[in-house]
């Protein structure tokens, strides 16, 4: 596919086995934690503060969304009281059971939220 003008490239490497899980998720409040793989993220209703675990955050809008590799832990939330949905589509490693997509994890000592 040579020829290309786009100023940005995708790459994606997998092992062997890799399962791709997708779930809607209802968002009230949040909880720190980590996923076995990296994540496409969509907001699809309201808006989402992610957290990484030295405090920063992103804040994203029904419509936008990211990567996030998930290698540490983070905390996901809606900051009003409305309630948020996101679609997200996991990279599972071979031999994890869906029921490890998420795990929670203790606030990080440097965050007080």
């Known amino acids: 596919m040579g020829g290309s003008s786009s100023p940005w490239e ?10 791709i899980s997708t779930q809607t998720i209802t968002f009230d409040s949040g909880a720190w934690h980590t996923h076995p793989g990296p994540m496409f993220i969509s907001v699809e209703e309201s808006t989402m503060t992610f957290y990484e675990e030295d405090c920063t955050a992103t804040v994203r809008t029904a419509g936008e969304g990211f990567v996030d590799i998930s290698s540490h832990p983070h905390l996901a939330k809606t900051e009003s009281n409305a309630v948020a949905i996101n679609a997200v589509t996991y990279f599972v490693p071979p031999g994890t059971m869906a029921a490890q997509l998420r795990r929670n994890e203790p606030r990080p000592p440097n965050c007080p939220i």
């Open 10 to 19: 995708v790459v994606v490497e997998a092992m062997r086995g890799l399962t």
